[in-house]
């Protein structure tokens, strides 16, 4: 009994130990994060004074005015920066059968565009794992770690990282749609519904084809884009709009799906819906971190 009594002992030792270091690593985590987003707002330029008005989008691609008519942007301010929450379902592997639950927090400048996401997601009742995607002055950064503790994944100071998550900052205006009129982004109609984006930024360029309804409302984003760092070749990436709606005052899609197309498989990887989202934050960033 003794025996058991202390080999017991020694586990549950062990048990509080690693609970220590797991939280002490998450605070790290967490702590970096917010520096990471302050220094991110504290960089942007402020251009919310401005309104955007019918002039400003007259020289645009047709269906690109009608969706930022459509949006309700013109007549609002222009928008500086964003903060967002979202509630996610993911399957991490083409073949993962059930969806992981997740929560992100997200934050964007316009001028210079950037953006700060991390993630939050339970694999099972022991395993958590945490990520952090960033984009800032033209370069892109993926970071996994199991537990706060173990990465899994570090990706950056890669130009096909690089060129993703500019193409995933492209795909995002639709959150704020009047960084469409940026000048680092080019706009070319292909059609009465469609419009390829180029955007070039500090030596970093990628591109995307914008779908809407006839209407102007978005329908879904399209572009070959990289998965990682090791890919030789780029795959085909959707962004679906499943539901719109108004926020603060402008149209936005609420929910969305993410799919990579491989070439067996359609592999519909994210399920996302924006739960709060509050535009040209930045006197009060430090109050909301």
């Not at 401005?50 to 691609?61: F, G, H, M, Q, R």
């Not at 059930?98 to 927090?105: F, P, Q, R």
């Not at 709060?276 to 109050?287: A, M, T």
């Amino acid at each position: 009994m003794r025996i058991v009594l202390i080999i017991l002992i020694v586990i549950l030792g062990l048990f509080i130990l690693l609970s220590a270091i797991v939280r002490y690593f998450s605070f790290r985590f967490k702590n970096r994060l917010k520096q990471e987003q302050v220094e991110l707002f504290n960089k942007s330029e402020n251009s919310s004074k401005k309104k955007v008005n019918a002039d400003d989008i007259s020289t645009l691609p047709s269906i690109i005015q009608k969706w930022l008519t459509n949006s309700g942007i013109v007549g609002n301010p222009m928008i500086s920066n964003v903060h967002l929450t979202q509630e996610l379902d993911l399957k991490l592997k083409p073949e993962q059968a059930d969806w992981n639950k997740g929560v992100a927090e997200q934050y964007f400048t316009i001028q210079p565009p950037a953006f700060n996401w991390s993630l939050n997601t339970q694999m099972n009742p022991l395993l958590r794992i945490v990520g952090r995607d960033k984009f800032e002055n033209g370069k892109g950064e993926m970071l996994i770690k199991l537990l706060s503790l173990i990465t899994v994944a570090d990706e950056k100071n890669d130009e096909k990282v690089n060129q993703a998550t500019l193409q995933r900052y492209l795909a995002e205006i639709v959150w704020f749609p009047s960084a469409a009129l940026s000048n680092y982004i080019h706009w070319e109609s292909l059609d009465d519904n469609s419009a390829r984006a180029t955007m070039k930024y500090n030596g970093t360029e990628g591109s995307g084809i914008f779908h809407f309804e006839d209407g102007g409302q978005f329908k879904k984003f399209v572009a070959m884009r990289f998965k990682d760092a090791k890919d030789k070749e780029p795959t085909k990436w959707t962004v679906i709009a499943t539901k719109s709606e108004e926020r603060n005052g402008i149209i936005i899609p609420t929910e969305c799906e993410a799919i990579w197309s491989l070439q067996d498989k359609e592999w519909t990887w994210l399920k996302l819906k924006i739960k709060d989202i509050s535009y040209n934050l930045k006197e009060s960033l430090n109050n909301n971190l």
